[in-house]
């Protein structure tokens, strides 16, 4: 059995970690940090209840690491940039998956631009794995020690993307709109965030700024012409909990519309967890609570439109975290994730 903790396990990430590990065949969950509970974690979750009797721990990472195979950290922007470090100097084979920005972009320079913050040990950055297995990192994953798990906004706006860019197909500026639920936003209520604000509204926020920006672009190769990808990319907040919704408008040549299609298609067929949607468009209420990523595409004149629908807590997080732990610790990349969501 692989051994995990995980560091910051009140929060939406953490709560979604523990209820995939403790369903999962291959793992067993032997810490779970918070610096503000302590009692069972049933307590501040209790559709876990019947499933665990595992209690918060104030812990510290680097005190976890030797007796843990894989920490996950599911805490804010900073607290892993921190404290990776330590961790994987304490014991030479423990594994790290950040579920935070702290380890996606490429410099300290990129992280103070785009986080607000010096980053404290920039020189982890190039051993970070961007963990994106359904677009091109699978084999960097199966020997990562350090995994950056990409944001929610970014892995289904690199879903519809990636295909096209691969191919070279690419001819311009691509547009994404990604609409996202409000549990994107963490556990903590924030003015934006606090239910009578977010039901019934419907809004744009950071519009061409966002944080995820500068991780798609750097996963993505270079459009046709070779010259840098460029992405217009605007965040929508909806009033639903979970889900994250994309509509990508991609400009590809005349004549190449099919072939664009196809690259899609063909990229995923053999995905387990991304569904070609065959009729109609995907909704976010498929995915919800799964690890699935339902995509479409649609050729136009000049342009296909892919639309994506995920989880943001499950393919967008703590499902591919745990995917990610899959691959990183040598066990069935789908073990512990094959599961429908609730559909309703
Ligand atoms: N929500 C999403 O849809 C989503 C998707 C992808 C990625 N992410 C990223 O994943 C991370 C976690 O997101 P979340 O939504 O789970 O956030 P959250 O609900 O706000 O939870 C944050 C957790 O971190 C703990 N924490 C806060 N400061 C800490 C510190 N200094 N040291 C140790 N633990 C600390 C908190 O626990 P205590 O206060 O009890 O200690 C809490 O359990 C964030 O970086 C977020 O950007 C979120």
Redesign the pocket.
């Known amino acids: 059995m692989i051994r995990a903790a995980i560091?910051?396990?009140?929060?939406?990430?953490?709560?979604?970690l523990l209820r995939w590990l403790l369903a999962h065949p291959g793992v067993e969950v032997g810490a779970i940090?918070?610096?503000?509970?302590d009692g069972p974690v049933t307590d501040h979750h209790p559709h876990l209840r019947g499933l665990t009797t595992l209690a918060?721990t104030a812990e510290r990472a680097v005190d976890l690491a030797k007796e843990h195979d894989v920490l996950f950290?599911?805490?804010?922007?900073?607290?892993c940039a921190k404290e990776a470090a330590d961790v994987l100097e304490a014991d030479a084979d423990v594994k790290v998956v950040d579920?935070?920005?702290?380890h996606r972009l490429d410099s300290g320079a990129a992280y103070a631009e785009h986080y607000g913050k010096q980053h404290p040990h920039p020189e982890r950055l190039a051993e970070a794995v961007y963990g994106t297995p359904e677009c091109g990192a699978r084999e960097a994953l199966r020997t990562a020690r350090l995994v950056a798990?990409?944001?929610?906004h970014a892995y289904a706006s690199l879903l519809a993307l990636w295909p096209l860019y691969r191919e070279g197909l690419v001819t311009g500026r691509s547009t994404v709109c990604s609409v996202?639920g409000s549990?994107?936003?963490?556990?903590?209520p924030g003015a934006g965030t606090h239910h009578p604000e977010r039901f019934g509204n419907f809004k744009a926020y950071k519009p061409l700024k966002h944080q995820h920006v500068p991780e798609i672009l750097l996963a993505l190769d270079a459009a046709a012409d070779g010259s840098p990808a460029v992405v217009d990319f605007v965040p929508h907040s909806a009033p639903f909990s979970r889900g994250i919704h994309v509509t990508a408008m991609v400009p590809v040549a005349p004549g190449t519309e099919t072939a664009a299609v196809e690259a899609v298609r063909t990229t995923y067929a053999d995905e387990p967890f991304v569904r070609l949607v065959p009729k109609g468009t995907p909704e976010v209420r498929a995915v919800a609570g799964s690890n699935f990523a339902d995509v479409a595409v649609t050729p136009g004149d000049g342009v296909v439109c892919v639309t994506v629908a995920i989880d943001?807590?499950g393919k967008?997080?703590a499902g591919t975290a745990v995917q990610n732990m899959n691959l990183v610790c040598g066990l069935e990349e789908t073990a512990g994730l094959l599961v429908p969501g609730a559909g309703l």
Do not use: K
């Not at 560091?7 to 979604?16: C, K, L, P, Q």
């Not at 940090?33 to 509970?37: G, K, L, P």
């Not at 798990?149 to 929610?152: A, I, L, Q, R, T």
């Not at 549990?183 to 903590?188: E, H, K, L, N, V």
């Open positions: 560091v910051g396990g009140t929060g939406y990430g953490g709560m979604e940090t918070s610096r503000t509970q918060f950290f599911a805490t804010p922007h900073g607290v579920l935070s920005g702290d798990n990409p944001g929610c996202t549990s994107g936003s963490g556990a903590s943001n807590l967008g997080m």
